[in-house]
C-alpha cells in the first residue's frame, strides 16, 4: 500500500505555469480542479468574495496538488493584475528560473467532455497539446518552415484594425512565419446544439483564418490526425484574451517595453490592443484550431 508509481509512469512535467481567475460575471464558473495537475505550477487568482463563495480554499484541501494555490484579493482581479501577480511570485523566488510559457484562462472556459468527439479529459490535457504544438512550431519557424494555413482573405476580418496596422498588413506570410510566436489561443464555442459534433456550434468572436468558413466544425472526430501537422490561424488581427498560451519571455518584454505592468487590472479590448503592440514589436500570435474550447455554461446543458 502506498507504493509509488515508477518514473517511466509518471508523465513529465511541462516547462508552463498556468494562471485562472475571474471577471465580473461568473456564471459558467465551474470545475475548477481541472487545471490543477502534478506537471505544472496552478495559480487560482479570484476575490475574497468569489472564493468564499465557491469555496476554493476547501477545494484545494480536497482536490488540489501541491502545486496548486490560492491567491486572494480583497477586490475584483483583472487579467493583466492575476498574470502580473503569478509572474511578480516568480521573480521573488529564490533561484528559480522562469518557465518557458504561461498558460492564462477564466474560469468560465472549460474543455469539452471526452464523450464529445473534440472532447479532452482534463484542462491538463488542453495546456499539454498547446505547449506542444508551439513548441512544433517554434522549431518549424527556426528551420525556416510553418504549420499555419494559407486563410486567403479570411484573415483581414478588421478592417479598422489593418489601417491602423497597414504596416503588418502588408506583411507576407512568408515573412510572418519567420516571426516570434507570441502567443497561441483556442477556437471558443458558445453553444453546441448536440453530443456528436460541433456542426452548429456557435463560435465566440472573429473567425479567424476562416476556421469555420472552411468548414472546420463539419468534421465529427477531433481535427487531429496523427502525424499530420495541425490546423495553425495567423491570429496577428484579433487574439482573444481568455485561454492563452503566452511565450513567457515575450510576455514579459512586452510589458516592459510598454509598461504594461503599471497599466491596472485590465486592458480593455484586449483582442485587438495586443495585436496591436505586436505590430510594434515585429511578432505574431496564433490560433490552434484543434483545441476547442467551451464558454460559460455547462456542456451537458448545452448539448442536452
Known amino acids: ?11 513529465a512535467p511541462l516547462s508552463v505555469v498556468a494562471v485562472m481567475s475571474h471577471r465580473e460575471f461568473v456564471v459558467g464558473c465551474h470545475s475548477f480542479e481541472s487545471l490543477f ?29 501541491h502545486r496548486s494555490q490560492l491567491l486572494v484579493l480583497s477586490r475584483l482581479p483583472g487579467e493583466v493584475l492575476a498574470r502580473g501577480l503569478v509572474l511578480s511570485l516568480l521573480s521573488a ?16 472556459l472549460h474543455p469539452l467532455p471526452p464523450r464529445q468527439p473534440r472532447g479532452l479529459s482534463s484542462y ?22 510553418t504549420d499555419v494555413r494559407s486563410d486567403g482573405g479570411y484573415a483581414h476580418v478588421s478592417p479598422d484594425f489593418w ?14 512565419a519567420r516571426m516570434p510566436v507570441f502567443a497561441l489561443n483556442t477556437v471558443i464555442v458558445e453553444s453546441v446544439p448536440g453530443w456528436d459534433d460541433l456542426r452548429g456550434a456557435a463560435v465566440h468572436g472573429v473567425d479567424v483564418g476562416g476556421y469555420v468558413a472552411q468548414g472546420g466544425l463539419e468534421t465529427t472526430r477531433h481535427a487531429r490526425v496523427p502525424g499530420a501537422a495541425p490546423w495553425l490561424s495567423d491570429a496577428t488581427g484579433w487574439l482573444e484574451d481568455h485561454a492563452l498560451l503566452y511565450d513567457l519571455p515575450l510576455y514579459r518584454a512586452l510589458h516592459r517595453a510598454h509598461a504594461l505592468d ?13 495585436p496591436e503592440l505586436l ?11 484543434e483545441l476547442v474550447l467551451h464558454y460559460s455554461t455547462r456542456f451537458e446543458d448545452d448539448a442536452a
Open 163 to 176: 489601417r491602423t496596422n497597414a504596416s503588418c498588413a502588408a506583411l507576407s506570410p512568408s515573412t510572418r
Open 37 to 65: 495537475s502534478e506537471r505544472y505550477p496552478t495559480y487560482m487568482v479570484f476575490s475574497a468574495e468569489f472564493a468564499r463563495a465557491w469555496d476554493l480554499r476547501g477545494l484545494l484541501r480536497e482536490r488540489g496538488s
Open 1 to 11: 500500500a502506498g507504493e509509488r508509481e515508477p518514473a517511466s509512469m509518471v508523465a
Open 262 to 274: 503599471r497599466s491596472g487590472d485590465v486592458l480593455f479590448h484586449n483582442e485587438v490592443f495586443q
Open 124 to 145: 491538463e490535457a488542453v495546456v499539454a497539446q498547446l505547449v506542444a504544438d508551439l513548441v512544433a512550431e517554434n522549431a518549424m519557424r527556426a528551420a525556416g518552415g
Open 93 to 108: 523566488a529564490s533561484g528559480a528560473s522562469d518557465p518557458q510559457f504561461l498558460f492564462y484562462t477564466h474560469c468560465d
Open 279 to 289: 505590430c510594434r514589436m515585429g511578432w505574431t500570435a496564433l490560433r490552434d484550431n
